[in-house]
């Protein structure tokens, strides 16, 4: 009788095991390369890009924040690792520690990436409250340049 319970409970034990399991997302699967617009790899800090044809070609590298008395300065290298050269722009944004938009820069500002360069974008948010860092990258809107495969 003990042995019939031992193995009613083993048998129960592995059914509770198995449907607690969730089948793996698509990330999860071998081979798998995730083509998105934006990197939050770093809790404090996100890069969005703004054209397709930088996806993949663009990175976040180098994070590092320190405190200037009241406010929160930040370094975030963007890594080009293609081995084409980009003429970007970036505008940063601040946000509070629940995610909501304390300070941004207006202004666009250029920024060359040779191929496989790393450049490095320093800020400092304005406001007190300021503890994470959001760059935006896009390809230019410039007659004079011309950029491949711009979407």
Do not use: H
Not at 49 to 59: E, H
Not at 81 to 94: P, Q, T
Not at 101 to 117: A, E, F, K, N
């Amino acid at each position: 009788m003990r042995r019939i319970m031992l193995l009613t409970f083993g048998w129960c034990l592995i059914l509770l095991i198995s449907a607690c399991q969730t089948p793996p997302t698509v990330a999860e699967q071998p081979g798998y390369i995730s083509k998105s617009t934006l990197d939050n790899s770093d809790p404090r800090a996100r890069l969005v890009l703004g054209s397709n044809a930088l996806v993949g070609n663009i990175r976040m590298a180098n994070l590092a924040f320190r405190k200037v008395g009241q406010f929160t300065q930040a370094q975030v290298g963007i890594q080009n690792l293609s081995n084409d050269r980009y003429n970007i722009e970036y505008r940063v944004e601040w946000e509070d520690v629940n995610g909501f938009m304390v300070d941004q820069s207006g202004v666009w500002r250029r920024l060359t990436l040779s191929p496989t360069q790393i450049d490095t974008i320093t800020s400092t948010g304005k406001k007190p409250e300021a503890e994470k860092i959001v760059i935006n990258l896009r390809l230019p809107d410039d007659p004079f340049i011309i950029n491949r495969d711009k979407k």
